[in-house]
């Protein structure tokens, strides 16, 4: 059972336009969402995240957008630059410490000049 | 800082051999965790070290066996693994944020770089 979804397993947009990449889930008591950037053979790097209670969350060219009522998150970046070319996994966690991260499986996002 | 560090960077042994995975951070994170990576698949959790002490283990086979000598290291010892052990290891560490949610404080992982592992 796949509780965190990417319907979207790769997104192509040119360098300047804004990025929007979608993520769905299904467990209600899911607290935490975090989204993370990850190149080829390499670690998972943290970029933005947003709790529950918020709905939205900025940092720089990076805004998390949360609908707790369609369970649905949505990364946009803008502008897009050809550096953002990456696979990109959200993620979600409940309230326990530690907890478990369920990963989505990830939207290849490609930006083209 | 929010860095986690792991060596080797690759690592290529045979189905006999015995190695170690090492991981270190220095963030003061009292959990720390190990995941496995295929391609083009999202990360597993394999096992979570909460103040060092084992707390979650995902049913992982035990030709891998973790260790937390102390806060600050964590390893993933080899022993007799297949080929399809092949993959990308990981590790993260993780603290409780400031940030507050429905029901408590929430936490971020932090990844090291990996360690790509070959089994032949």
């Known amino acids: 059972d796949q509780q965190v979804k990417q319907n979207s397993p790769s997104l192509s947009v040119q360098e300047g336009r804004i990025s929007i990449l979608n993520c769905d889930y299904t467990?209600?008591?899911?607290?935490?969402f975090l989204w993370y950037k990850k190149y080829p053979a390499e670690g998972p790097t943290f970029l933005i995240s947003?709790?529950?209670?918020?709905d939205k969350n900025e940092d720089g060219r990076f805004t998390v957008f949360l609908n707790k009522s369609a369970k649905h998150l949505s990364l946009h970046i803008v502008p897009s630059q050809p550096g953002d070319s990456a696979v990109y996994f959200c993620?979600?966690?409940?309230?326990?410490?530690?907890?478990?991260?369920?990963f989505g499986t990830g939207t290849r996002l490609q930006v083209f000049p | 800082d929010t860095e986690v560090t792991q060596t080797p960077k690759h690592l290529v042994m045979g189905m006999t051999n015995k190695k170690s995975l090492k991981c270190e951070q220095h963030?003061?994170?009292?959990?720390m965790y190990w995941y496995k990576q295929k391609a083009k698949k999202p990360p597993e959790l394999m096992f979570v070290?909460?103040?060092?002490?084992?707390?979650i283990n995902e049913s992982v086979p035990s030709r891998f066996s973790p260790e937390c000598p102390n806060s600050s290291l964590l390893n993933l010892h080899l022993h007799a693994l297949q080929p399809e052990d092949s993959a990308l290891y990981l590790c993260?560490?993780?603290?409780?944020?400031?940030?507050?949610?429905?029901?408590?404080?929430?936490?971020?992982?932090?990844f090291g770089p990996g360690t790509r592992l070959l089994v032949l």
């Open positions: 993260a560490s993780s603290s409780k944020s400031g940030t507050s949610g429905t029901y408590g404080y929430q936490e971020t992982q932090y």
């Open positions: 467990n209600s008591m899911f607290d935490y």
């Open positions: 947003i709790s529950s209670i918020k």
């Open positions: 993620a979600a966690s409940g309230y326990l410490f530690p907890d478990k991260l369920i």
């Open positions: 963030m003061g994170h009292r959990a």
């Open positions: 070290y909460s103040y060092e002490k084992l707390s």
